[in-house]
């Protein structure tokens, strides 16, 4: 029988230091405070001690559930000051607890992420990811059934006490407004979600392509909030088809913003009115909603993050015969997720970096090519990468029949009344605390107020708002 000390030996706790420089953390904690999973599980997850714990004694860590609790949103990196890829590492011990079958800790990680995560099987795949440390996605996404069936036999024994029986609307289905309505509804709020697509699930339903989340799991998840007895209302685009004006009238005592961040950003360049370019979105929707798509045979793709990837990926699954992600800065400043940017590579993706795109030309109105210019970095910029500068005649150009724009996405706010105060960033503006807008009883979360962000952060606005809308009902009296 092995222990826990035969598996993390020298040789791999060096090749664990190699990954990122350990010795070097501040253990000034804004790893757990920037965490959501921290704030939604409360002690059972901490990434400041258990990052502490494998730097001190990583034996201790294969045991521990907390390892599986990583949800990859990369807050923690992003606001560590020495940008530790505390995910990675923690990756790394989870493979070899998984290879030498300490597997315990996953078993007891399962049922805190059920009772904690309203969508458990969608965050399986889009955040928690147990196939990366090499293990069966399909039996773990089965356990989760499972745990999730015998809670709630559970919970119909002990009965919940309802304390509310007020209307709630929510506006958007994404996991922001999903976890606000799986709240409330224990509550007993009638919530009704009202969402513009024809079908729930925000960017998950929209755009995640199905290799990475499969249409059925999804599904799923939105059938058990459905019977929570929560109404979901699609094809209702609210500023359009109903005013809030509309929502006052129908008595919904609080109303909940959660449309996410769909408007993609235009680039200023030449010809982005050529026929064959298109925003990512666009194309990933058109690719998830079954609508016939002419597949380009020569691809280019525009940006690095990783809506640039899920294009890449989906384009070429779908019949492309060459596709090219151009980024304008070098591969370490690449904003997506690394094993995301080397699976693409592993399929057949090709990368080019630090280019530019100077303008699109087109043959009939259709795209055919595209010029670039090479850039090079300097200083770093408001957001803490080097920025791009262009090369003085470095220009170059190349064949593409389609081109996908993947440059970033806004909040399109503007059916919102105006006394709900925005950012200048586009997004809206709310109390970090409550969640509530510049609008009494009005509340939003999710990439609505922060911008592009991750699921488990909308989840966790999600639970919060819920909180505070609940305090809001309650003050109402009655
Ligand atoms: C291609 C892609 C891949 C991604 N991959 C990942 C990933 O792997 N892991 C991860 O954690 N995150 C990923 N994300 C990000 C993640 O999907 C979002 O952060 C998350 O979905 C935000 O949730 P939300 O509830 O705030 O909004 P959304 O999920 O965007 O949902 C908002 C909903 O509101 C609806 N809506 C908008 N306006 C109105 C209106 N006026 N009336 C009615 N309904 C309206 C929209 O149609 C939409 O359904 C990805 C995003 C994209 C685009």
Not at 302 to 310: E, F, K, T, W
């Amino acid at each position: 029988m092995q222990t826990t000390e035969t598996i993390i030996s020298k040789e791999t706790l060096k090749k664990l230091l190699d990954i990122e420089k350990l010795r070097y953390c501040f253990e000034c904690g804004i790893c757990t405070a920037s965490c959501p999973m921290a704030e939604l599980l409360g002690k059972d997850y901490n990434p400041r001690w258990l990052l502490e714990k494998v730097f001190l004694n990583p034996e201790s860590v294969l045991n521990s559930d907390a390892l599986w609790l990583c949800a990859w949103c990369y807050r923690c990196y992003r606001h560590c000051p020495q940008a530790l890829r505390i995910p990675e590492i923690f990756l790394f011990i989870r493979k070899t607890a998984a290879e030498h079958g300490f597997l315990a800790p996953l078993d007891k990680a399962l049922p805190k992420i059920v009772e904690n995560i309203p969508l458990p099987l969608a965050t399986t795949l889009v955040c928690f990811h147990p196939e990366r440390a090499g293990l069966d996605r399909e039996k773990i996404l089965e356990r989760i059934e499972q745990i999730r069936f015998e809670n709630l036999k559970k919970r119909k024994r002990t009965k919940t006490a309802g304390i509310f029986q007020r209307k709630v609307a929510v506006i958007g289905s994404g996991p922001a407004g999903l976890t606000v309505a799986h709240q409330l509804a224990q509550k007993k709020c009638k919530v009704t979600i009202f969402e513009a697509l024809p079908e729930a699930g925000g960017m998950l339903r929209k755009c995640i392509p199905e290799y990475r989340l499969p249409k059925q799991v999804l599904a799923k998840e939105i059938d058990f909030i459905r019977d929570l007895k929560v109404e979901i209302r699609t094809g209702v685009t609210v500023g359009k088809d109903l005013s809030f004006e509309d929502l006052r009238k129908e008595g919904y005592k609080a109303i909940f913003i959660g449309v996410g961040a769909h408007e993609s950003q235009k680039l200023k360049v030449e010809g982005t009115d050529l026929e064959g370019v298109i925003h990512a979105l666009d194309f990933l929707w058109k690719i998830n909603s079954g609508e016939k798509t002419e597949m380009g045979k020569n691809i280019a793709i525009i940006g690095g993050g990783n809506v640039a990837i899920d294009a890449a990926r989906t384009a070429l699954q779908n019949g492309a015969k060459e596709v090219t992600i151009f980024y304008r800065r070098s591969r370490e400043e690449m904003p997506a997720n690394p094993w995301e940017v080397k699976e693409a590579e592993d399929e057949g993706v090709k990368i080019e970096f630090l280019v530019a795109p100077k303008r699109f030309l087109g043959k009939n109105g259709k795209v055919s090519s595209i010029e670039f210019v090479r850039m090079q970095l300097g200083e770093s910029d408001e957001s803490g990468r080097r920025k791009p500068i262009p090369i003085e005649g470095s220009e170059f150009s190349k064949e593409a029949d389609m081109v996908i724009l993947a440059i970033g996405e806004t909040p399109n706010l503007t059916f919102l009344p105006k006394e709900i105060e925005l950012n200048e960033d586009g997004t809206v503006w709310i109390d970090p605390i409550t969640m509530e807008t510049s609008l009494k009883g009005v509340f939003a979360g999710g990439d609505a107020a922060t911008g592009p962000a991750t699921v488990i952060e909308a989840i966790k606005a999600g639970k919060r708002a819920a909180e505070s809308i609940g305090n809001y009902l309650e003050s109402l009296g009655g």
